[in-house]
Nanobody
Framework: QVQLVESGGGLVQAGGSLRLSCVAS????????MGWFRQAPGKEREFVAG????????DYVDAVKGRFTISRDNAKNTVYLQMNSLKPEDTAVYYC??????????????WGQGTQVTVSS
């Protein structure tokens, strides 16, 4: 069972940027597909972005296309979410998740604890 630890959340003004990181506890990370999800108060957790084990496949929810970029560094066991042009509606707890195969939808096996992103207007 892989352990995932997110970081990089915080408070930012609308139009600003944040970069989230998620570090995995084992080297099998390089074989996992990874995803970022978010959950706003009173709403269900939703998919934000996904990336295959090699980074060759990426996918985004329509609401973040052109603003967010998912990437990974397998040598560092880390997946990133670069978030630009942030909007108040991006406010949520962001979670990373791992899975063995890249599918649509992404079926996560392990979750991190989450990191809060708050965008003020």
């Amino acid at each position: 069972q892989v352990q995932l630890v997110e970081s990089g959340g915080g408070l930012v003004q609308a139009g600003g940027s944040l970069r989230l990181s998620c570090v995995a506890s084992n080297s099998a990370f390089s074989t996992y597909a990874m995803g970022w999800f978010r959950q706003a108060p009173g709403k269900e957790r939703e998919f934000v972005a996904g990336i295959s084990w090699s980074g060759g496949i990426t996918d985004y929810v329509d609401a973040v296309k052109g603003r967010f970029t998912i990437s990974r560094d397998n040598a560092k066991n880390t997946v990133y979410l670069q978030m630009n042009s942030l909007k108040p509606e991006d406010t949520a707890v962001y979670y990373c998740g791992s899975t063995y195969y890249y599918t649509k939808p992404l079926r996560v096996n392990s979750w991190g604890q989450g990191t809060q992103v708050t965008v003020s207007s």
